[in-house]
């Protein structure tokens, strides 16, 4: 048995996520960032008119204030070890700061991130300075203790501090990190506190790797051709480059496709990003990802089921 602290740290960096990631993959594999173009858009896996696993109310969507997640991670590297991790957003935030979008092209936008961010007077916590309005962020919701079935292991997710933090128990821990199939039926099922008591489900992705690998070169003049072997079920597919190091504090290009085996980075996007200060390196990370969701009083919750791949491109 394995507790695996959740905390606001993915695969490195400082996105939301939590547990043992790939040691030598890129950040925020598990988790989009909030910037990427409808990155909290119901995964086609998931669709309404065909998925118990979804229920909705009429009108817009709410936002998401409880994600549960649960990843299985491939590293790209030969001296990578697969690892399974799960985490609580309650809920998710966007990246560490805020950015503009530059350029789209094709699936893919270069986001570059703004640090001109002056409020006067100056903010009082809670709340944060973004841009050049102080705004507060939403309270961490209790959906009490959560167990996820149809995994492989079990799962249990159980709060540690006053504050709403959860942790994760994987028993038996996962073999390979390996936690479901392509398909399989997830659900996670909350005994209720802040929030009522819910279940929600969604379906296992399957397994990432890439044809990118470790030994791919970003250079200007030229487009990243991105591959993957693709699933069946419709899922969406996330691709990032980005700093290892807080990645949103700089430059980088998120893209969300279709699940068809095949993004292609426009070499105008790659002409943005490769003159900007990148520290550590540049990381790319690749991630499959099945949502189901139930609407609540207080909003949206939701399941993810994700599959995520990454390295470093060759300085």
């Known amino acids: 048995m394995r507790r695996a602290l959740v905390v606001l740290a993915v695969l490195a960096g400082c996105s939301e996520g939590t ?27 998931a669709d309404s008119a065909s998925d118990p696993a979804v229920e909705t109310a009429p009108g817009p ?11 299985e991670g491939r590293s790209s590297s030969p001296q990578g070890e697969p ?6 957003a309650n809920p998710p935030y966007g990246g560490e700061m805020p950015a503009e979008e530059v350029l789209r092209a094709g699936d893919c936008v270069f986001l570059r991130a703004v640090w001109d961010q002056l409020c006067d007077p100056p903010c009082t916590w809670p709340q944060y300075c973004e841009v050049d309005t102080c705004v507060g962020r939403p309270p961490r919701l209790s959906g009490g203790k959560v167990v996820v079935t149809g995994l492989k292991t079990g799962l249990t997710l159980e709060e540690t501090t006053e504050y709403h933090y959860y942790a994760a128990t994987f028993d038996p821990e996962p073999t390979a990190g390996d936690v479901f199939d392509e398909g399989t039926v997830v659900t996670a099922t909350a005994e209720g506190a802040d929030l009522p008591s819910f279940s929600v489900r969604t379906r296992g992705v399957a397994e990432m790797s890439s044809g990118l690998g470790c030994d791919a070169k970003l250079e200007a003049g030229k487009p990243v051709v991105v591959t993957w072997q693709a699933g069946t079920q419709g899922d969406r597919v996330f691709f990032s480059i980005r700093s290892p190091n807080h990645g949103t504090q700089f430059s980088r290009i998120e893209c969300e496709t279709a699940d068809d085996g095949e993004l ?52």
């Open 61 to 71: 969507a709410p936002a998401v204030v409880f994600s549960i997640q649960v990843t």
């Open 264 to 315: 292609v980075v426009d070499a105008s996007l790659v002409d943005l990003y490769v003159p900007d200060f990148h520290p550590a390196g540049d990381g790319w990370v690749l991630t499959r990802t099945s949502t189901g969701f139930v609407d609540l009083p207080q909003g949206r919750v939701e399941l993810v089921a994700a599959g995520t791949t990454g390295c470093r491109f060759v300085m």
């Open 19 to 45: 547990g043992s990631a790939p040691p030598d993959a890129a950040p925020d594999a598990a988790a989009p960032d909030a910037a990427a173009p409808d990155a909290a858009a119901p995964d086609a896996a």
């Open 83 to 88: 690892a399974a991790w799960a985490s609580i």
